[in-house]
């Protein structure tokens, strides 16, 4: 664990797998608007670091915690130390996830292959979002990923897909269940973005083509998905609760 506490700051935000891509451009987002952050990993400690160190340099508070989004005792220990450090926790950004290698088709997907989909995309979500039901403080802000892919509808995308299906559906209900704790439940749903994870094992071709497909014509950039997240973590988003919006410059 690597930390850049101070004193403890109004509100705390937990971004999981945010050591690269869209996760580490939300933790820096939202520490720029003054709120300290959590900088959850899996195994890549020291891009985490790297994370904090850059969010320490511009004056922000930020900390790194290792966790397993699909081991319940990992999540747990991870909001006990988030509240350790900063004192609380008021905001959760459920970003950890992996997507389906080479576009599998369904009939080719493996027992390994399906149980990883479900378990860090589905049960990750879902561990977080059970912790955090005694863990948030009152008015706090919960944003779930969900994807496209699952209103596209893309062959090679079924088990991923589903997976996202299910956490938007989670989203809405749980949402309903936190009533009367000022607390919002939302998800996002990006389109294509030009991340390491989205790039790796695309060619040129394949990635032409995405960055084609969005009325915008250039495939999205993780600020694109940060911005969006910060508006719905801020107060002009009060209103908005058990929603899925859908950021992907118009692709559907």
């Keep these: 664990m690597s930390t850049h506490p101070q004193n403890h700051p109004a509100r705390v935000a937990i ?4 050591s690269r891509g869209i996760g580490a451009s939300i933790a820096r987002r939202l520490a720029a608007d003054g ?3 959590v900088i959850n990993y899996a195994g890549r400690k020291a891009d985490a670091d790297a994370v904090v160190r850059e969010i ?3 004056g922000g508070q930020a900390a790194a915690i290792q966790a397993d989004v699909s081991v319940p005792a990992q999540v747990a220990a991870l909001f006990d130390q988030a509240a350790a450090l900063f004192g609380g926790v008021d905001i959760l950004i459920n970003n950890a996830g992996i997507i389906q290698p080479g576009q599998t088709l369904l009939a080719d997907t493996d027992d390994d292959l399906f149980d990883r989909l479900v378990a860090v995309n589905l049960k990750g979500t879902f561990n977080t979002l059970r912790v955090a039901a005694s863990k948030l403080r009152p008015g706090g802000r919960i944003v779930n990923f969900s994807s496209s892919v699952k209103a596209l509808a893309l062959p090679g995308y079924s088990i991923y897909a589903a997976t996202k299906a299910a956490v938007e559906t989670m989203t809405n209900i749980f949402a309903k269940e936190l009533r009367g704790r000022g607390i919002t439940v939302n998800a996002i749903a990006p389109g294509p973005t030009a991340t390491e994870l989205f790039l790796k094992d695309k060619t040129p071709e394949q ?3 995405l960055a084609k497909l969005p009325p915008m014509g ?10 969006v997240v910060a508006f719905l973590v801020g107060p002009d988003a009060g209103w908005v609760d058990g929603q899925t919006l859908r950021v992907n410059g118009g692709i559907i």
């Design 15 to 18: 971004v999981t797998g945010s």
């Design 35 to 37: 709120i300290a952050v």
């Design 56 to 58: 320490g340099e511009q």
């Design 207 to 209: 990635i032409e083509h």
């Design 218 to 227: 250039r495939l999205g950039q993780p600020e694109d998905i940060s911005r």
